[in-house]
């Protein structure tokens, strides 16, 4: 196991909490113990005692196999196992594994029990026979909460293992394969006994039994008391590699430390709350911000759990050795460098180390994302995207400060029509406007192209799968600058209207469509950059002096 891997079973451990285990033997049927009553007995004396039963562990003992081997939901004689070890296992874990017993015919469909109990649920561990009927109600249930998790909660993040004594794992793979195929949901297979569909991995595990292939047996069977351990494994897998594992450590320690965070937020604040919202009403709604208030504690949260500086350095430079990386630079006198020196020396090292040697210039180091980046398209752009742009979570754009809109106007010279532009309206005046009423906009043209020239660069994603485009604040105000006008909604903002996968802002003689919110501090640097450019003062001055004040003479 790589360092890598060890890390993101580190976060799993961390972050999963709630399992829900599904079989239909769990409990012992007990019967109702009678309890004679002496109805001579004043009421409020009488008081009825019941003799406590011994407490016993009943091992479930499976029934034998077809003769034939196949898959018909039977299970394997002599194989013991019971729940409580399940229970145990992630308890050691310090995770909580609630059983549940579903009756004879039990319903899947989105309003039942069973599929609430494991909607909200990390992990889902499925018996495949119920009473009976061997996968008839797994196949339902899965696919359920996998069409579940891709449209009405939308990538809720959800590892499905079924657990069961079936003798061919290999087959039950195969039938949910099939399954969820013919119900139209994207699934891929990742070996015989593992599945893909969209934010759920399901997996097939089998409990130690003794009529299974020997080559099934070592790949997929767990016992109880260790299968706490293979599924933290297994969800670790849905996110490995150093950013899906740092995302996922950094949302356990919110999740670990959510009483701290509730804690800032007390009641008793109430007051002093109320009385802040009505002095900046109505400007403003303190509602608005505690949003704000949350992230920040969260943020702090994940800052003070961050891993430190000796175990960040450990995890990139292994996951850079694992990388095999080739890529070789010409160094400044023109001769060629052996593959991967220099490289890695930056990756592990930094610029300073290798400057004197390379030209770290954008084409050099184009070569090594390519090499980087040759199994994940546009993996350079999508980083630089995350870092400038705000995800957007909600159905909901409104046109504020920072938001980038593409529209089409011919330019002379040009044939490409179609046009960027960031809104420089301050972010105070896009909010409490009165509904129905016109307000002028103002908008910077952004390039698509800086032509070599000093600028400021931005990567965005475009909608739909038009992929990745770079864009760059540069010029004069004069050829820059434009104004639109666009109607506020009953929102108190500019409310985009949803076009099916586009986002339109229409305005009186202008429609524009939405593109990307920018995160604050990337917005406000080209605003910065812009105010600057109208406070530019130009002066008469000797020119003799001023090239000589600038060492051009």
């Given amino acids: 196991m790589t360092?890598?891997?060890?890390?993101?079973?580190?976060?799993?451990?961390?972050?999963?909490?709630?399992?829900?285990?599904?079989?239909?033997?769990?409990?012992?049927?007990?019967?109702?113990?009678?309890?004679?009553?002496?109805?001579?007995?004043?009421?409020?004396?009488?008081?009825?005692?019941?003799?406590?039963?011994?407490?016993?562990?009943?091992?479930?003992?499976?029934?034998?196999?077809?003769?034939?081997?196949?898959?018909?939901?039977?299970?394997?004689?002599?194989?013991?196992?019971?729940?409580?070890?399940?229970?145990?296992?992630?308890?050691?874990?310090?995770?909580?594994?609630?059983?549940?017993?579903?009756?004879?015919?039990?319903?899947?469909?989105?309003?039942?029990?069973?599929?609430?109990?494991?909607?909200?649920?990390?992990?889902?561990?499925?018996?495949?026979?119920?009473?009976?009927?061997?996968?008839?109600?797994?196949?339902?249930?899965?696919?359920?909460?996998?069409?579940?998790?891709?449209?009405?909660?939308?990538?809720?993040?959800?590892?499905?293992?079924?657990?069961?004594?079936?003798?061919?794992?290999?087959?039950?793979?195969?039938?949910?394969?099939?399954?969820?195929?013919?119900?139209?949901?994207?699934?891929?297979?990742?070996?015989?006994?593992?599945?893909?569909?969209?934010?759920?991995?399901?997996?097939?595990?089998?409990?130690?039994?003794?009529?299974?292939?020997?080559?099934?047996?070592?790949?997929?069977?767990?016992?109880?008391?260790?299968?706490?351990?293979?599924?933290?494994?297994?969800?670790?897998?849905?996110?490995?590699?150093?950013?899906?594992?740092?995302?996922?450590?950094?949302?356990?320690?919110?999740?670990?430390?959510?009483?701290?965070?509730?804690?800032?937020?007390?009641?008793?604040?109430?007051?002093?709350?109320?009385?802040?919202?009505?002095?900046?009403?109505?400007?403003?709604?303190?509602?608005?911000?505690?949003?704000?208030?949350?992230?920040?504690?969260a943020l702090a949260v994940m800052i003070d759990n961050r891993i430190g500086h000796v175990e960040a350095t450990k995890l990139a430079e292994k996951a850079i050795d694992a990388m095999g990386i080739k890529t070789a630079w010409d160094t400044k006198n023109g001769t060629a460098s052996a593959p991967g020196v220099y490289a890695i020396k930056l990756l592990k090292e930094g610029p300073e180390k290798v400057k004197k040697k390379v030209d770290l210039n954008p084409e050099v180091l184009k070569l090594l994302h390519d090499e980087m980046d040759k199994d994940h398209g546009s993996a350079m752009e999508r980083l630089a995207a995350l870092y400038a742009s705000r995800t957007q979570y909600g159905e909901e754009r409104t046109l504020e400060f920072g938001t980038v809109v593409r529209y089409r106007a011919p330019v002379e010279g040009s044939e490409d029509p179609v046009r960027y532009a960031i809104c420089l309206m301050p972010l105070c005046d896009c909010v409490r406007l009165k509904n129905g009423e016109a307000y002028q906009f103002p908008f910077w043209e952004l390039r698509t192209d800086n032509k070599s020239a000093q600028s400021k660069g931005l990567v965005v994603e475009l909608p739909a799968t038009e992929g990745f485009i770079e864009l760059f604040s540069m010029g004069k105000p004069r050829d820059q600058l434009w104004l639109a006008d666009f109607k506020a909604g009953a929102a108190g903002m500019v409310a985009a209207v949803n076009n099916g996968a586009d986002f339109q802002f229409n305005g009186e003689g202008k429609q524009v469509q939405w593109i990307a919110q920018l995160k604050p501090a990337h917005a406000q640097r080209i605003a910065q950059d812009i105010g600057t450019s109208f406070a530019r003062v130009g002066v008469i001055e000797a020119e003799w002096l001023r090239l000589k004040a600038d060492r051009q003479s």
């Fill in 3 to 297: 360092t890598a891997q060890e890390f993101a079973v580190t976060a799993a451990r961390k972050y999963l909490q709630s399992i829900v285990f599904v079989d239909d033997e769990i409990y012992v049927p007990v019967p109702a113990q009678e309890v004679a009553v002496d109805l001579g007995t004043p009421a409020a004396a009488m008081r009825v005692y019941a003799k406590p039963m011994e407490p016993k562990v009943v091992e479930r003992v499976a029934q034998a196999p077809a003769a034939d081997g196949g898959d018909d939901g039977a299970k394997d004689a002599g194989a013991l196992y019971h729940p409580k070890h399940m229970v145990e296992s992630f308890a050691r874990q310090r995770m909580v594994c609630a059983l549940y017993e579903p009756a004879k015919g039990f319903k899947t469909d989105p309003a039942s029990e069973i599929f609430l109990l494991c909607e909200r649920a990390d992990v889902v561990i499925l018996d495949w026979d119920f009473h009976g009927e061997p996968g008839t109600k797994v196949l339902d249930l899965i696919t359920n909460l996998v069409s579940a998790a891709q449209t009405t909660v939308p990538h809720h993040v959800r590892l499905c293992a079924v657990y069961t004594s079936t003798p061919n794992l290999v087959h039950v793979a195969s039938q949910i394969f099939d399954h969820l195929g013919k119900q139209n949901l994207a699934v891929d297979a990742e070996g015989d006994y593992n599945l893909n569909a969209g934010s759920s991995r399901i997996v097939v595990l089998g409990k130690p039994s003794t009529g299974r292939p020997t080559d099934q047996k070592a790949a997929a069977e767990v016992a109880e008391a260790d299968l706490a351990e293979r599924i933290i494994s297994e969800f670790a897998k849905m996110h490995e590699g150093i950013l899906p594992s740092m995302a996922m450590y950094g949302l356990a320690s919110v999740r670990t430390n959510t009483k701290k965070i509730l804690d800032k937020f007390r009641r008793e604040m109430d007051g002093a709350f109320l009385a802040h919202r009505g002095l900046i009403l109505p400007g403003d709604d303190a509602f608005e911000q505690i949003p704000e208030l949350l992230a920040e504690e």
